[in-house]
């Protein structure tokens, strides 16, 4: 029983994630609708942005992949080599 509430729990939560993502994204203003005047000031912002962006995942997923090559012999030592 404990694990049936787990995993409507979970379900849960991915809906209200998926819910968010969609709402944020309904939110972008797509470039050519946004006014003329405002395109030559956001455009340095966003190549900022995305530049920080890129930078944050690409340290985010080398610190994931360090974690499970670090962690993957102590899950072997504990569940066993078989």
């Not at 998926?18 to 203003?29: K, N, P």
Request: hydrophobic share 60%.
């Amino acid at each position: 029983m404990h694990d049936v509430v787990l995993l409507v729990g979970m379900a849960i939560a991915d809906v209200a994630i998926l819910a968010v993502w969609w709402f944020l994204g309904s939110r972008l203003v797509p470039a050519e609708q946004a006014p003329a005047s405002a395109n030559g000031e956001t455009e340095k912002g966003v190549r900022t942005l995305h530049k920080v962006l890129t930078y944050v995942c690409f340290f985010l997923l080398a610190g994931l992949i360090i974690e499970c090559v670090a962690m993957f012999p102590a899950i072997l030592v504990r569940f066993g080599w078989s």
